[in-house]
């Protein structure tokens, strides 16, 4: 049972971290590099000394080198906003990698599309 309730804890603070960051981000910091960025998802390490921050983002290609780098270079401004904010023992070092599910997702949607385009093109007729 305890496990369980580390579970939930961690996930909890994955969540406040998410929503703390974004908030900051949005508001607060002024690399032009970094522009529009949605946080999608945390991970936490078991020790709460490290934590993936996963991101999207309208950029591409060097746009998105250019983001990745922005939020790096940040992160030490990130980490000190957010221990203001969240009460745990120890603040964690942020890792921001970038959250290539969404674009997946779209090309999935698009060669779904397609087929289903050709499959409709290639079925005979039905009689009745």
């Known amino acids: 049972m305890p496990a369980n309730k580390g579970f939930l804890r961690r996930d909890r603070i994955c969540e406040q971290i998410r929503r703390e960051l974004a908030e900051v981000i949005r508001t607060e910091l002024r690399d032009p590099r970094v522009g529009m960025v949605s946080l ?18 309208l950029a591409a290609g060097e746009q998105l ?3 990745v780098l922005g939020l790096q270079n940040a992160s030490g401004f990130l980490r000190g906003e957010l221990g203001k904010r969240i009460s745990i023992h120890s603040t964690p070092q942020l890792h921001f990698i970038f959250d290539e599910s969404l674009e997946r997702g779209e090309k999935m949607s698009k060669l779904i599309s397609e087929a289903a385009a050709i499959s409709d093109q290639t079925d005979p007729p039905e009689q009745a």
Do not use: L, P, W
């Open 40 to 57: 999608t998802e945390v991970h936490i390490s078991a020790d709460y000394a490290h934590a993936k921050v996963y991101f999207s983002s």
């Open 65 to 67: 080198d250019s983001v």
